[in-house]
């Protein structure tokens, strides 16, 4: 199941990067528009067919948006996932995706390799617990591929079921050894890991004051994380009653939003991973020359519409949002505060954010060490545990008190 999670991650990949190649290159290059500038009309245009399309597939579909957190409590509680339930999602984040949406491919990509996972499990006629095994195998296989770990999903397992009193020790096992085979396969499939690494100074030496910078930052991160929240929050009040009925008019806002502020901020459109035109690499290589008032303006421009395309129905993940988030400040913070090496500003400020959103600080202190070098682990892992205890009461909020306790603790 591993070896299928890594092919669905691949797919998904290979279709991400040609359509985005397609929709925001080659068309664009054969009508006379360059691309390089960003010209606006285009750009609004792609984003407002993207928000038809993933309406009409809410509209057409009735499966609502979810995240991450909304999927893992269904799969907790169901112990399985249907097909229209699982691929709509993955369906409809990929297109989002494709037409611009400032929105993470790891949620679509979870409903889609859970759905596929008892797909098979069931079809075999297995028992309940070996549907559950099945397609968390499928899950760590992509994950394992997503964030270069074999372990990333059995330590979100792990840390969700710490935090909600719920712990299988059963599922570990056979869920690492399938993430172990899926980011094998990915790196042979690709020659690269999904996340790739943040090309950056290293950090020659270590200096104790590393420590005490971490707090601070994690602490930046935290707050963004916070007005992240709070606003989603508050837009998902007034969305949520219309999800379904007015899913292509909420879509259409979130798109002509997108486009009107990509017009002016192009780097906010795609998740800010290395498989578009646009990307987060571009930010860190032109830092110095874009000034430290336009980062700061750019972390908080993709915030607002990481926020916008979620809370309106352009459902997909959180964590590349976030480190772009959380990067963009980071490397502000390095602009005005040049002592401070940059692989920290933006480590700790990444991790800050992330912890607002996810509880998960075993796994992404790992995986953004990974990401920036393992001699910074300690240091991430201060600014993780600072920002995780001053949100932890900070949680997403999705429905009835029941389901909002349920959510925030999968969270």
Known sequence: MGILGAF??????VIE????????????NFLGIKVGILYAPWVISMCLIGGLLVGSITRISKVPPLILAQEMEHITKS????????????????????????????????AGCAAIGTWFAETAKLTKPEVMACLSCTISGMFGGFLNVPFGWPLIVTEGGLESGKLTWKMLLPTILAGAVGAGLFYVLTGSYFMGTFKVPPVLGFDFMFLIYAVPLGLVGALLGILFVYFFNLLKRFSRPREIRHAIELALLAGLNLGVVASFFPLVLFDGGDLNVLTFATL?????AIGTPMLVAYSFMKLSVTVICLGLGWAGGLFFPAFFIGGSMGLAINLVFPFIPLAICMSCVMIGVVMALAKFPITF??????AFGLSLTPIVAVAAVTAYLFTYGVHFKFGNNNEEKVAARAS
């Open 8 to 13: 669905i991650l691949y797919a998904f990949v």
């Open 284 to 288: 860190i290589a032109n830092a110095a």
């Open 365 to 370: 202190t790992l995986v953004i060490g990974l």
């Open 79 to 110: 112990g399985r996932m249907g097909m229209v339930e699982g691929i709509i999602p993955m369906v409809r984040g990929l297109v989002g995706i494709l037409f611009g949406g400032s929105i993470g491919p790891e949620g679509p990509l979870v």
């Open 17 to 28: 990067h040609y359509g985005i190649e397609l929709l925001w290159e080659i068309i664009p």
